[in-house]
């Protein structure tokens, strides 16, 4: 009776072990990473586009931003930078066709400014989940008004 008792305490514990949500295994700096793009300001307009980002936790992104604009744009979110684990950000530009990489950064990223016509990508894992709305621009125009007061504003998920 005391055997079967164990026997059944042991197959619980695998049970319960297997029915545990596996968490992500080895190297996640390393995944083939996942492309979306944002671009920072259009002609004429100070705003994000998309408005809204969505992100998975244990993913690796390349997260390009991109600046068609006249203005030089900020990727500004601190509540985003506490959520992610940065792996590098790279300065890129298009040269005959490729995209070629002019520098890499490695370390914690607080924000990211993009000058008109260039890109820059930033590569990270979500580590937490949350919805952060803090993202903006807070570049003063010559009106003495940020770009965020002109609506260049937005919001990040990680689910
Ligand atoms: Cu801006």
Redesign the pocket.
């Known amino acids: 009776m005391r055997f079967v008792q164990v026997v059944s305490a042991v197959a619980a514990l695998i049970a319960a072990a297997w029915a545990e949500p596996v968490g992500a295994a080895g190297d996640l700096s390393r995944q083939q990473p996942i492309e979306v793009t944002v671009d920072?300001?259009k002609p004429g307009q100070?705003v994000f586009s998309p408005r809204q980002l969505k992100f998975e936790t244990g993913k690796l992104y390349k997260l390009i931003l991109r600046n068609p604009s006249n203005?030089?744009?900020?990727f500004t979110s601190h509540d985003f930078t506490q959520m992610i684990w940065t792996r590098k950000v790279q300065v890129t530009q298009a040269r005959d066709g490729k995209t070629i990489t002019l520098a890499e950064f490695k370390g914690a990223i607080r924000e990211i400014e993009v000058y008109p016509g260039q890109t820059a990508e930033w590569w990270f894992v979500p580590v937490q989940t949350g919805r952060v709305t803090d993202l903006r621009?807070?570049?003063v125009g010559s009106d003495g008004k940020s770009?965020a007061d002109h609506g260049?504003v937005g919001e990040i998920v990680i689910e």
């Open positions: 920072l300001g100070h203005d030089p744009h900020y621009c807070g570049i770009h260049m």
